[in-house]
Structures are given as C-alpha cells and as structure tokens.
C-alpha cells in the first residue's frame, strides 16, 4: 500500500476552550464549576429522582421486558405521555390528532432531526434562503447544529439586557418585526428566560404578523417554576393560538438520565393528515441516522408520567430542586447584600430556573477563572445548582472582590 | 392564524412493504417469520446470552455508577475493547495509534457517521463523485443510508451464483477490476458472506491495485463460525495489508442488546496523526447529530470484554447459537432430502451464520408467502435462527411443494 494517507486534507477540529476543560485541569483545592450541564445536589453529586433509581431497578428485574428493537417512531406510550405533558393532554391539537411526538436519541438528536427536517421542507413560500434566529446565549451551542444541518442565514437575537440586568422584551420585539417574513425563530428554555405571560403574548402576535415560524426547546419543565404547566406556558400559548410549530423536548435533566438519551420532538400541524406526512419523512431520516431509538430512558419515562402515583412523586421531587434553587439565589444575594458588593443583585432572585444570568462583565468573569478558579458558561451565564453549601462563601466573596477589584480597574 | 400549513408540499413516504409487517398482520396460526433481524431461540424468543442478563442487573445496582453525560467519543474501555476484538489485540495498526473506535448510537449510527464523513472528507485523488459499490443483497436497507448522506454513485455487486447457489468471486472480482480507481467498496458481514481466506486475498490484492477504499460492517463477530477470530479473518488481513478503512461494528445481535444501541465505528489509517484529524471532524458530526452517546450497553459490553472470566463465558453462549443454527441446517437439508424436493440443498450447510441465500425463486418466495405463511427478508435471504423444533417441518414441506408447484408451472 502507498503511505500516503487519502485523508491527507482533514482539517483538525480544534476543540473550543470550554470551561467544564479548563475546570477539569485547574489542580486549585478551592477551584468550582459553575457551568455544569446538569442538575446538582447540595453535596456536589448529579441528582436523579428517588423514583427513577427505583424504576430502573425494576425494570432491570422485569422478565417480561425484552431488548428488541422499538418501533422506528419510538415507544408510544412516552412520546403521547411527553407531548402531553408539554403542550397539555387538554390541547385541541392533540384532541384532533395533529400534534405528536417523536422519540429521538436525546435533546440534541430531536434538535437534529428538526433542523434537518426544516431545511430539507420548510417552505414559507416567501424569500429563500430561510433566516434562522437564535438567542445569542445559545449561538455556539445550538447555533451549530443548524449550520451543520444546512442553514446559512442565522441570526441572533437577544432578550436581555445586560446593563440594566432585566429582559429587554423591546430588543427582542424589534429584532422579531424587523425579521423576513416566514423566518424561523428558535425560542430555547422558555421556561426559564423570564418572559413574562404577557410578553408572550406580545412574542406571539408578533410572530403571527409576521408568519414566523417558532422552534421551541424545552429542556427544564418543571425545574424553572417547579409547576409542569405554568414552565409550559408558553409554547401551549402558541399552540393555542394555531401555531404550527416543533419543539425538541428533552428529559436528561428533569429525570437525571443524562447517559440515556431521551428526547421527543413535537410536531404541531394543521390537520392530522399533514402531521402523518411529516412524521413519515422523520421516520425516513432516522431509519438513515440510528435506525431506532433506545428503550430504557423512554420506559422509565412513560412509567412516570402515566401513573398518577408515580407522577405524584416526581414532581414533588422536582419541586424540592426548585426550592433550593429558589433558596441558592436568596442567599447569594444576601451574601452579597452583608459584603456590600457594588450593584443591585435583585436579578439574582428575578430570574428562575438553574440557568441564571450572573450579571458580571466579561473582565470580571476573567477575574473568577484568573485569581479565584470559578468558571462560569460560556455565555456567561451560571447554573445555580453549582453552588451548595460548601462553596456559597467562596463564590459570594470572589464575586465580591471581582466587582471590586474591575471596578477600580475602571477607575484607573 | 392562517389555515393554510407551511408544509403543504411535504410527500408521504411510503413505507415499503416489508415480510415483517404481512407477517405481524397475517391471521393464520401457522404463519412463520423467516425475516427475524435478530437471533431467535428454539422457542422462538429474542436470545440474549445470559452473562448479559447478569450483568444489566448488576450495572442496576452498582451505586458507584451514575447518569452523567459519556465523553463525546464515548466509553473508552469500550471502543478499545471493542476495536481489539475486530482488528486483533497484536494489531500493528493498534500498537502504532493509528486504529481507533468512536462509541457512536448502535450500528447504524456507525454506517452514518462512516458514511457522511466519506461524503464529507473522502478524497481520494481521482475523479469524483466517487463511487460506491454496496453489496446487491445490502441495496435497499444499506443504500438508502449512503444515498442520504449524498452520494450520487451508487453500483450494486454481487458475489453470489443464484443458479449454482454458490460463491461467484469471478463475478465479485470483476466488479472491483472495472470500478473507478479510489472507488469505495462497502463489505457487509464479511464474517458471513462465505469467502474463504484465499478468496479474501484475491480481492484485498485487487482492491490495492485500484486503490479502493473499504468500509466494512460486523454486524455478527462469533455468530458465523462460533470463533470470534474466524470471523473477523477478513478485516484483519486488510488491516494487515495496511489499506485505510472504516469498520462499522454492531453487538445487537452478540449481546441481544437491540434497544440498547451500541455501535463502533473504527477507523484505521496511515499514522496517528490522521486518526486524531478525523477522529476530531467525527466528534464536531456527533455533537451536532446525538450529543453524547448512551451507557448502559457500552458498559455491559466493556465489562464482558475485558474481564477473562465473562469473556469465556459469553464465547461459550456464541458458540452454543453456532451449533444450533448448523442443526437447523443441517436439519432442512435432511428433511428436503427425505422429502426428495428436486435440487441439490448443499448450499444450505455450505453457507454458515445467521443470514442464508435459500435458494428459492421468485416464484417459489411468492408461493411460500401466498399459500404457506412464510414470511422472507426481501432479498430472498432467511435468518436461519427463525427455524425451530416447532415449525421446522412446516418450513421443509413448504419449500417442498413451493418447488413442486413452481416445477409444474414451468412445464405447463
């Protein structure tokens, strides 16, 4: 054989410099990662339900389970279970079957199939190429995923204001009214960005003028207010109002299964005949990608959700999360309230949910990684569930001295 | 909202009529699905080795084993367990890095993460588009994944004798000596397709001359010979003969772990250099297509393949499938025989493994599914292992008066 290789011009991927690296390398005793993907406990270790840790032994000993493949579209009683959940068992969408769930690998393969799908058949019947708009927080993450999938014209938008530490509802509206007609809009965590029901509404009637099509994720239900339906709010509001719309679900954080993959996409349509078309066109593109999705995750999932004892206790637990979530962002601005930090901390308490604005500028989160070993996102926002007992004085007094010390910085 | 969809010019796919579907819906008692995609036990029930069942249970109760997110190439122990039990742990390929897995969702996430990185990266100095030949028994289910990953060249090749019923290298081999130069050439279950070792070289040497490009697929690794080095002879020695290649590895049908979706993707090249490259554009792919992979089936499969004891033990179980299914071969050749049904049934115990050529008509599948219930794959192929003690006479009176009544009508 010849030693030249054929794949001579494969360019390397070079790794973007993520915090969760940084933080793995940082040999600091007092070193903390307030970026971490999923939902922690106060003791630092990954949380899971009691009640999944118990359905997953059971099903580990039920012998009437096999390993056989699922059906392509998935397990029906979790996809109708989720979607359910979502967009509420009540939704006249569901009443005249025109909604419907796909089981995906994970979050991330039911924002795959969907990107892919709306490239491949999204026509607005208005200007082509379709304009994509994304969240400015979510550019790299999720930005990527429709570049890959074929989208060239994506854009951001923001909804925060990062002087006055609120949502900038009139940034977000313009950016919306400004938008070509039939663009996409992908509205990622509304459970967690803060809009109000009444900005919603706004969003909505924008959108409708505008023929805009929304993509929601939703990746926290439950977790932002620690009520399932008011965390929903928004995209039923959508669908109420006979939108047609996807929206990627996932359940890696709200039931701790983040190695099991489970995801759903919803598909909200006009008619039912429609939505059986689209989902045949799923089916065709997942049969290509991974064939069928897994089974475990999905059946602790549908267990749950269909059995109202069961349900019972997951939202219990998921309210619990919620109230020490809700008590971390009381005593962080306390902390910082005693140590007289400089700034208004209220949006601390403002926001809800694990995904939290820090409010710090970009030389004081240098600040946090440089002299005190604290790494924030990327996007400079912080999971709240990072911080616990054991490192609340820590991060309260680095904020503290960040602030400080970039404030004299600004002096000088 | 308008009530217009903006989907209206979605098709429907049809979903092609496959033998499972007609058999599911098929009211007559004594229907029979030759047509399993899995291994099938005498009593007709998914076959799942039990050193698998042992160890789902133990993995269930293991508290030290949380739901994290994986690396994004996945469980390391597996992928290198894995890529040793196809390549050989005394590969030089190995020893020299330049041979690697990628955990990827179940086998046909390996057949297209393979497939779009070809399509993506694949230059191989010649014309393009490159051509891609895939296996005439592989053209529907294999195909499609190609064709949606982009490419436009797709030949089909054959390499067996549907009237001698028997190997054709001489046909094989012409194909491969008037393919484009740097064409690729995909090589499904080499461990079943019953080219001897000699026979492999004459192509391995043939594919070196025209600079062809392989990408193998080991869907049943120990379930051809019941010897899990037999079985992967053919990769082995192209791996020797220093060709660059791609390997999709499945353990479904190994570990009757179906829903579990557990792929490797491995990757041999020139140097250690090239794999880091293309292994870091594989990863950026699967960031976008899946995110992480899933754990549970990669940490059954780590733990059997890398400890002695349960090695030996799940070889044990393979090679209690192998002698069943040379039984059943054995079985229906003698039942045929006895039944003196006109033709020669050596091919039947002259092929080995799971999937069988059986030597049938068109016209004989269509009586066999007409009048007798039996069920097909597509390509006229059977799984061996849907025959057992229960139906085993049927099947043998079927074929035999599928090749009476066909016999007749070829003279009237």
Same mark, same amino acid.
């Given at each position: 054989?010849?030693? #030249?290789?054929?794949?001579?011009?494969?360019? @390397?991927?070079?790794? &973007?410099?993520?915090?969760?690296?940084?933080?793995?390398?940082?040999?600091?005793?007092?070193?903390?990662?307030?970026? /971490?993907?999923?939902?922690?406990?106060?003791?630092?270790?990954?949380?899971?339900?009691?009640?999944?840790?118990?359905?997953?032994?059971?099903?580990?000993?039920?012998?009437?389970?096999?390993?056989?493949?699922?059906?392509? @579209?998935?397990?029906?009683?979790?996809?109708?279970?989720?979607?359910?959940?979502?967009?509420?068992?009540?939704?006249?969408?569901?009443?005249?079957?025109?909604?419907?769930?796909?089981?995906?690998?994970?979050?991330?393969?039911?924002?795959?199939?969907?990107?892919?799908?709306?490239?491949?058949?999204?026509?607005?019947?208005?200007?082509?190429?379709?304009?994509?708009?994304?969240?400015? &927080?979510?550019?790299?993450?999720?930005?990527?995923?429709?570049?890959?999938?074929?989208?060239?014209?994506?854009?951001?938008?923001?909804?925060?204001?990062?002087?006055?530490?609120?949502?900038?509802?009139?940034?977000?509206?313009?950016?919306?009214?400004?938008?070509?007609?039939?663009?996409?809009?992908?509205?990622?965590?509304?459970?967690?960005?803060?809009?109000?029901?009444?900005?919603?509404?706004?969003?909505?009637?924008?959108?409708?003028?505008?023929?805009?099509?929304?993509?929601?994720?939703?990746?926290?239900?439950?977790?932002?207010?620690?009520?399932?339906?008011?965390?929903?709010?928004?995209?039923? /509001?959508?669908?109420?109002?006979?939108?047609?719309?996807?929206?990627?679900?996932?359940?890696?954080?709200?039931?701790? #299964?983040?190695?099991?993959?489970?995801?759903?996409?919803?598909?909200?349509?006009?008619?039912?005949?429609?939505?059986?078309?689209? /989902?045949?066109?799923?089916?065709?593109?997942?049969?290509?990608?991974?064939?069928?999705?897994?089974? #475990?995750?999905?059946?602790?999932?549908?267990?749950?959700?269909?059995?109202?004892?069961?349900?019972?206790?997951?939202?219990?637990?998921?309210?619990?999360?919620?109230?020490?979530?809700?008590?971390?962002?009381?005593?962080?601005?306390?902390?910082?309230?005693?140590?007289?930090?400089?700034?208004?901390?209220?949006?601390?308490?403002?926001?809800?949910?694990?995904?939290?604005?820090?409010?710090?500028?970009?030389?004081?989160?240098?600040? @946090?990684?440089?002299?005190?070993?604290?790494?924030?996102?990327?996007?400079?926002?912080?999971?709240?569930?990072?911080?616990?007992?054991?490192?609340?004085?820590?991060?309260?007094?680095?904020? /503290?001295?960040?602030? #400080?010390?970039?404030?004299?910085?600004?002096?000088?």
């Amino acid at each position: 054989m010849g030693t #030249l290789s054929v794949f001579l011009d494969v360019p @390397l991927v070079k790794r &973007t410099d993520i915090p969760q690296d940084f933080y793995k390398e940082d040999p600091h005793p007092q070193k903390v990662l307030l970026g /971490h993907a999923g939902c922690q406990t106060d003791a630092g270790e990954a949380w899971i339900p009691p009640v999944v840790q118990r359905i997953l032994l059971q099903i580990s000993q039920d012998p009437t389970l096999d390993h056989e493949y699922l059906p392509q @579209l998935g397990i029906y009683e979790y996809t109708r279970a989720a979607t359910e959940l979502a967009i509420g068992k009540e939704s006249h969408a569901l009443l005249e079957n025109r909604a419907g769930g796909v089981h995906t690998v994970g979050g991330t393969g039911a924002l795959w199939l969907g990107a892919e799908f709306l490239c491949r058949w999204y026509k607005p019947r208005f200007a082509t190429p379709t304009a994509l708009y994304i969240a400015k &927080t979510q550019w790299d993450s999720i930005g990527s995923i429709f570049h890959v999938a074929g989208f060239t014209d994506i854009r951001p938008y923001d909804y925060w204001n990062p002087v006055k530490l609120t949502i900038d509802i009139e940034e977000f509206l313009q950016t919306l009214q400004k938008a070509p007609t039939g663009s996409i809009v992908f509205l990622h965590a509304p459970e967690e960005i803060g809009l109000k029901p009444q900005e919603w509404e706004t969003v909505a009637a924008t959108m409708e003028k505008k023929q805009l099509f929304p993509f929601f994720n939703i990746e926290s239900q439950g977790l932002a207010s620690g009520n399932l339906d008011r965390d929903a709010w928004a995209l039923r /509001h959508f669908v109420g109002q006979g939108f047609e719309l996807l929206c990627a679900q996932s359940f890696s954080k709200t039931f701790g #299964l983040y190695d099991e993959l489970v995801g759903n996409l919803i598909v909200v349509t006009k008619n039912n005949e429609t939505l059986i078309r689209i /989902h045949s066109q799923m089916e065709r593109q997942m049969s290509t990608m991974w064939g069928w999705p897994g089974s #475990l995750g999905a059946r602790v999932i549908a267990m749950v959700l269909n059995s109202p004892a069961l349900l019972y206790e997951w939202k219990l637990s998921l309210r619990m999360v919620v109230e020490r979530i809700m008590l971390i962002r009381e005593k962080l601005k306390e902390q910082l309230r005693i140590l007289g930090t400089p700034g208004s901390w209220e949006h601390l308490t403002a926001q809800s949910g694990m995904c939290s604005f820090i409010g710090l500028s970009s030389s004081q989160v240098e600040f @946090l990684v440089k002299y005190k070993h604290i790494y924030l996102f990327e996007n400079k926002q912080i999971n709240i569930c990072s911080i616990n007992s054991k490192n609340l004085d820590y991060v309260a007094r680095s904020i /503290h001295e960040a602030v #400080l010390a970039t404030t004299l910085e600004d002096w000088n």
